[in-house]
C-alpha cells in the first residue's frame, strides 16, 4: 500500500500545481480580455482571435516546446548552484525551478479558457456601467475590479473551473519537468508498481479533489444572481487611445502571443527541420497518423450519436429522471484521464471473471481498441451533449407539436426535423471532439492495444522515454496544426452562425 | 381498438426506443466510474471505525 510520505507528496503537488496555475491563468486570462475589451490598439481584432490558438497546444506539446529551457537553462543553473552551495540546497532549488516552470508553461497552454470566458462575460456587460464608473472618477484599471470582475464573475469562475481540471487531468508535463501530483501517482502505482489498490486509492483522492473544486466554483460563484443589463444598446467596448496606452496594450498582448503561441511553434518547426535530415520523420510519423485519425474519427462520430440520443430522449421525456441520466453522463469530463482508465479497466476485467467470459479484457485491452473508444465515450461525452442539447433547446417545442401533426413518428421527426436544425452544434461538437480525443495522452496510454500508436503517445514516447526531442517534435507539430485549424474551424463556424442570425 | 389508438400506441411505443437507449448509454458510461466511488466509500467506512 502506498506510503504516507508519498501519499502526502502527491496531494502537495497537485495543490501547488491547482493554485499556481489558477493563479496565473487569472493574471493572465482577465488581464489580456480586459485589454482587448476595452482599449483600442493597433492589430487588436488580430490578437483577439490570436490570443485563443494557445488551446492548440496540447499542455504536454507545449512543455516539451520549451525542453531548451530545462536542459540550456536550468541544468547548467543547477550544476552552478550544486558547486557553490552543496547538493542539497541544489535538490530544492530544483524542485523551486520545475514547479514554477511547469506552472508558467501549463498557464500559457490553458489561460485561454479563462480569456474566452472573459471576454463573453465582459461582452455581457453595459459600456453604462463603465461609463459611470469614469465619471464617478476611477480610472479603467481600478474599474475592472470594482466594476468589470464583479460582473464577470460567473463566467470567469467558468473558464477556471476548465483549466483546473485539465491541470488535474495533466500527466505528460508534470512527468517531463519531474513533478508529483496524483495524476502521475497512479501511473506511478498502476503501471511501474503493479500496485493495483494504491492507483485505486490515489483515483479516489482524486476525484474528491475535483469534487472540491467543482464545490469551490459553485461557491465563488456565490449565490448572487447575475442579470446582463441590455437596455443600453453600448457594449463594454470604450474606444480608449492614447499612445503609450496602444503601446502598453499592444506589448502586452504581443508577448503573450509571443510565448504562448510563435515560440513554441517555432521551436517544434526548428526541431523537426533539423531531424528532417537524420531520420526518416515520414516512416515515424505514418503509422500513428493513420491510428490517431481512425480512433479520432470512430470516437467522435460514436460520441456525436450517444449525445444525439441522449438529448432527444431528454426532450420527448422532460422529467428529473432524465435530467439526472444526462447529469450522468457528463460526469467523465471533470473526472482525470488517469483515473477513467483504471476504472474502465477494473470494472472489464471484473465483469469478465463475473460473467466467466475470461477473455473479454484481452478482447477490449489487447486484441482491440474497444476499451478505449468506450472510455473516450466516459471521458468525452460532455463536449458533445452540452452544444447539441443547447442546439435543442434553441428548437421550439411547436416543431415538434407540428411534425407529429402531419404523421411522422418520433424517429421521423428526429431525422427530418431536428438533425437538419442541429448541423450546427453537431458540426461544432465534432470539431471539439475530434482534436480532444487527438491529443488525449493519458487514457490513450494505459488503455491503448500494443499495435496502437497515436500521435500523442509517439510524441510522449520519442521525447519523454527515449529523450528523441527532434525526432518527437514532428508527431508534436502535426497535433498543433490539426488544433491551430480545429480552432480557426470553430471561430469560422461562429460568425457564419452570427451571419446567418 | 380503432385506428388513430393504434397509431398513438405505435407512437408512443417508437419513442421509447429513445428512452431505452438514453437509459442504457447513461449505464455504461457510469457505471465504470462507481469502481472507484465504492472503493473511496469502503475508504470512509475504514476510517470511521
Known amino acids: ?501 | 381498438m380503432p385506428e388513430s389508438l393504434k397509431v398513438i400506441n405505435s407512437r408512443r411505443l417508437s419513442s421509447s426506443w429513445w428512452w431505452f437507449a438514453a437509459a442504457t448509454i447513461a449505464i455504461v458510461l457510469f457505471s465504470p466510474l462507481t469502481v472507484i466511488l465504492s472503493s473511496f466509500l469502503k475508504d470512509l467506512e475504514k476510517a470511521g471505525r
Not at chain 1, 514547479?99 to 489561460?111: C, E, K, P, V
Request: aromatic share 12%; with cysteine; net charge positive.
Open chain 1, 1 to 501: 500500500m502506498i506510503s504516507q510520505y508519498l501519499l502526502l507528496e502527491y496531494i502537495s503537488g497537485t495543490l501547488i500545481m491547482i493554485i499556481g496555475v489558477g493563479a496565473t491563468v487569472l493574471f493572465l486570462g482577465v488581464g489580456s480580455a480586459w485589454i482587448i475589451t476595452v482599449w483600442d490598439f493597433p492589430y487588436k481584432r488580430f490578437f483577439s482571435l490570436a490570443l485563443m490558438m494557445p488551446m492548440a497546444i496540447p499542455t504536454y506539446v507545449m512543455a516539451f516546446a520549451y525542453s531548451d529551457v530545462k536542459y540550456d537553462i536550468r541544468d547548467p543553473l543547477m550544476l552552478l548552484i550544486k558547486e557553490r552551495w552543496g547538493t542539497s540546497v541544489m535538490s530544492q532549488s530544483t524542485e523551486i525551478f520545475n514547479h514554477g516552470l511547469a506552472i508558467i508553461i501549463l498557464s500559457f497552454a490553458l489561460y485561454p479558457y479563462v480569456y474566452v470566458a472573459a471576454r463573453v462575460g465582459f461582452s455581457e456587460i453595459s459600456g453604462a456601467y463603465i461609463e459611470n464608473s469614469r465619471l464617478l472618477g476611477r480610472g479603467l484599471f481600478r474599474s475592472m475590479f470594482s466594476v468589470g470582475l464583479p460582473l464577470a464573475r460567473p463566467a470567469i469562475v467558468g473558464g477556471l473551473l476548465l483549466a483546473l481540471l485539465e491541470v488535474m487531468n495533466e500527466y505528460g508535463a508534470m512527468t517531463f519537468y519531474g513533478i508529483e501530483t496524483l495524476t502521475t501517482g497512479i501511473f506511478v502505482s498502476w503501471t511501474d508498481l503493479g500496485d493495483k489498490d494504491s492507483a485505486i486509492r490515489l483515483a479516489a483522492i482524486a476525484m474528491v479533489f475535483v469534487l472540491l473544486i467543482i464545490i469551490l466554483e459553485r461557491l465563488l460563484r456565490g449565490r448572487a444572481k447575475f442579470h446582463a443589463h441590455r437596455s443600453s444598446k453600448k457594449n463594454l467596448s470604450i474606444k480608449t487611445r492614447t499612445k503609450f496606452g496602444s503601446f502598453v496594450a499592444f506589448s502586452c498582448c504581443g508577448l503573450l502571443f509571443l510565448f504562448s503561441f510563435v515560440l513554441p511553434i517555432a521551436n517544434l518547426t526548428i526541431n523537426t527541420f533539423r531531424g528532417w535530415g537524420k531520420s526518416n520523420l515520414i516512416n515515424i510519423i505514418q503509422g500513428p497518423l493513420v491510428d490517431s485519425f481512425l480512433v479520432s474519427l470512430i470516437g467522435c462520430l460514436g460520441i456525436v450519436v450517444a449525445a444525439l440520443v441522449v438529448s432527444y430522449a431528454s426532450r420527448l421525456f422532460p422529467s428529473l429522471f432524465m435530467k439526472t441520466l444526462s447529469k450522468l453522463c457528463m460526469l467523465g469530463y471533470a473526472v482525470p484521464g488517469a483515473v477513467v482508465a483504471i476504472s474502465i479497466l477494473i470494472y472489464f476485467s471484473g465483469m469478465g471473471k463475473y460473467l466467466g467470459f475470461t477473455t473479454l479484457t484481452s478482447f477490449m485491452f489487447t486484441l482491440t481498441p474497444a476499451g478505449l473508444i468506450i472510455a473516450y465515450f466516459v471521458r468525452f461525452m460532455t463536449p458533445a451533449l452540452a452544444p447539441i442539447e443547447a442546439g435543442m433547446t434553441r428548437i421550439n417545442m411547436n416543431m415538434d407539436e407540428a411534425s407529429s401533426m402531419l404523421g411522422r413518428s418520433s424517429w421521423g421527426s428526429f431525422f427530418k426535423v431536428h438533425l437538419p436544425l442541429l448541423r450546427f452544434p453537431l458540426l461544432g461538437a465534432m470539431i471539439v471532439l475530434f482534436v480532444d480525443i487527438l491529443k488525449e495522452l493519458p487514457l490513450t496510454l494505459v488503455l491503448r492495444p500494443p499495435n496502437i500508436e497515436t500521435l500523442a503517445t509517439t510524441s510522449y514516447g520519442l521525447i519523454q522515454k527515449e529523450e528523441r526531442i527532434v525526432d518527437g517534435s514532428f508527431p508534436a507539430l502535426v497535433l498543433v496544426i490539426t488544433g491551430a485549424l480545429a480552432v480557426l474551424a470553430l471561430h469560422l463556424l461562429i460568425l457564419k452562425r452570427i451571419v446567418k442570425e
